[in-house]
């Protein structure tokens, strides 16, 4: 069963009962139901694609499949589009694939469930910009900051194309959370210094470049106040700091930020066979998404 916290689940408004709903059913699906999902898994891989092309028809979306042949078969990136009233475009993006060997419920299951939830909340809406959900395939090893990486190859055709995307937010691994002191980790020594020793928070990172988009994001987060977050924009040397699909747009110059329960940084079960649905806390879950539809309104304005 998931996780529950019966002081957090108290908190939660009748709206974020339904996003939490919605977040155990999908992580479910995903790792639970269908579960490891790669190149060597691949008619489980095609399976979360399709699963997730449904749930944007069924959101009143309109999905489309965005190719590339890789190894003899063919891949796809997902991506759903909400027009806004400006050309300038703000991209929210989740991988779906998970590492070998591992049934992905936190990585990345929890990213993908989080952006089906935000792609539902803003279908029918009419935004300032254009609003962009996609999902990418192939973030993990081997493909992982390789020009096969299903994020790199999406951005670099965002680049030929001349899209102008003003802000994309990498969702990545965002479910699980700890009160133990000592539970939180950090990439550098020093950090933390400066940063919280308990993994109660979710994190915004991004490098240097985009330090403007990350302060604008977490202020939005921070004026939801449904939950602590904590902000870096370091070096991109650092380990953990570009480790996931944000890092594709850096490459083609786009500012980006990543989402994250900070991964191998908190979470035990990172990239093991033990990442399975029951392990996230979905009820904080569900609050770091009702914060995010909020930082999103606020970038489309």
């Given at each position: ?17 339904t996003v939490r709903r919605e977040l155990v059913a999908d992580v479910e699906k995903l790792a639970g139901e269908i579960g490891e999902r790669n190149m060597n898994r691949y008619p489980q891989l095609q399976a979360a694609a399709e699963f997730i092309e449904r749930s944007l028809r069924q959101a009143g979306l309109a999905p489309r499949r965005d190719s590339y042949e890789l190894r003899g078969r063919t891949c796809h990136n997902i991506e759903v589009e909400i027009r806004g009233t400006r050309p300038e475009i703000v991209m929210v993006g989740a991988h779906y694939d998970s590492v070998f ?201």
């Amino acid at each position: 069963m998931p996780r529950r916290n019966p002081s957090q689940a108290a908190a939660l408004s009748e709206a974020e009962i339904t996003v939490r709903r919605e977040l155990v059913a999908d992580v479910e699906k995903l790792a639970g139901e269908i579960g490891e999902r790669n190149m060597n898994r691949y008619p489980q891989l095609q399976a979360a694609a399709e699963f997730i092309e449904r749930s944007l028809r069924q959101a009143g979306l309109a999905p489309r499949r965005d190719s590339y042949e890789l190894r003899g078969r063919t891949c796809h990136n997902i991506e759903v589009e909400i027009r806004g009233t400006r050309p300038e475009i703000v991209m929210v993006g989740a991988h779906y694939d998970s590492v070998f060997g591992c049934p992905g419920a936190n990585d990345n299951g929890s990213g993908v469930a989080a952006l089906l939830a935000l792609a539902r909340r803003f279908s029918g809406k009419t935004p300032g910009k254009t609003l962009r959900f996609v999902a990418f395939v192939n973030e993990e090893p081997p493909f992982f900051q390789t020009a096969e990486m299903g994020s790199l190859v999406y951005a670099k055709r965002c680049k030929e194309r001349g899209d102008r995307i003003t802000a994309m937010i990498s969702l990545e691994t965002i479910g699980y959370f700890s009160d133990q002191p000592g539970s939180q980790k950090y990439p550098a020594a020093g950090l933390g210094f400066f940063y919280p020793s308990k993994g109660n928070f979710i994190g915004f990172a991004s490098d240097t470049g985009s330090r403007a988009l990350l302060r604008e994001v977490v202020s939005a987060f921070r004026a939801s106040g449904r939950l602590p977050c904590e902000g870096a924009a370091l070096p991109a040397a650092i380990p953990g700091i570009g480790w996931s699909d944000h890092w594709a747009f850096w490459q083609c110059g786009y500012p980006a930020i990543m989402v994250t329960d900070t991964a191998p940084f908190r979470y035990p079960h990172y990239h093991e066979p033990t990442d399975t649905p029951e392990k996230l806390d979905y009820d904080r879950f569900a609050l770091v998404v009702s914060g995010m539809e909020k930082v999103i309104a606020e970038l489309v304005k």
